[in-house]
């Protein structure tokens, strides 16, 4: 049973364009929803993260949307550059810790 | 400097060999963690460990094994029971109890041959 699933699996978006990725999840004690960027060859870095008591929260050209009643939260990428193509994985995860991954998305951004 | 590191970074096997991933960090974290990573799909998770000397298994946990001896390290030994092991393997740890971001290290590339 997947308990978080992602969408599109794979977006191409011109240079300054927006990418959206989004997620829903099904586990209502989720209190946590980072977002991690992956290059190739490396490790996930955490991006950015959101908690269900706010709907929204922006760090530069990187904001989280979130929708506590449809179990649902995206990541938009304003002003897409090349150097944003990468891996994306939303996640989520309750007090004990442990993360529920999406599936990732692959982000090219064409200059 | 703090963070994870993940040794060696390309490992090859041949098939009925067991070989031990090594993970260790320097963050003071008590949650560690092993994940499997295969192209096109998510993370999924093979074991963790929330404090010393105990760890769970997570949902892929066939054919691997782990310890935890030391708060600083959380080998994975990949057993011939393993029936695909070949895959990019990641190890992650987690500070500050309850939910909160994971730190990874830099992945091992496993080929069996």
């Known amino acids: 049973q997947q308990q978080v699933k992602q969408s599109p699996q794979s977006l191409i978006v011109q240079k300054g364009g927006i990418s959206i990725i989004n997620c829903a999840y099904e586990?209502?004690?989720?209190?946590?929803f980072p977002w991690y960027q992956q290059f190739p060859g490396k490790g996930p870095a955490l991006l950015i993260a959101?908690?269900?008591?706010?709907s929204e929260k922006k760090e530069g050209r990187f904001t989280i949307s979130f929708n506590k009643s449809a179990k649902q939260f995206s990541l938009h990428i304003m002003d897409s550059q090349p150097g944003d193509s990468a891996t994306y994985f939303c996640?989520?995860?309750?007090?004990?810790?442990?993360?529920?991954f999406g599936d990732g998305t692959t982000l090219t951004v064409k200059p | 400097d703090g963070g994870i590191t993940q040794s060696p970074k390309y490992l090859f096997r041949k098939e009925g060999q067991n070989v031990t991933l090594s993970c260790e960090q320097n963050?003071?974290?008590?949650?560690m963690y092993w994940y499997r990573q295969d192209p096109g799909q998510g993370l999924r998770l093979i074991y963790y460990?929330?404090?010393?000397?105990?760890?769970q298994k997570g949902d892929i946990a066939e054919g691997y094994s782990v310890s935890r001896e030391k708060k600083e390290s959380f080998p994975l030994t990949v057993t011939s029971a393993q029936k695909n092991p070949t895959a990019f393997y990641l190890c992650?740890?987690?500070?500050?109890?309850?939910?909160?971001?994971?730190?990874f290290g830099p992945g091992t590339r496993l080929t069996v041959l």
């Open positions: 996640a989520a995860s309750t007090n004990a810790g442990k993360s529920t």
């Open positions: 992650a740890s987690q500070g500050g109890g309850g939910a909160s971001e994971q730190f």
């Open positions: 963050l003071n974290h008590d949650a």
């Open positions: 586990n209502t004690a989720f209190d946590y």
């Open positions: 959101i908690r269900p008591d706010v």
């Open positions: 460990s929330q404090i010393v000397n105990d760890f």
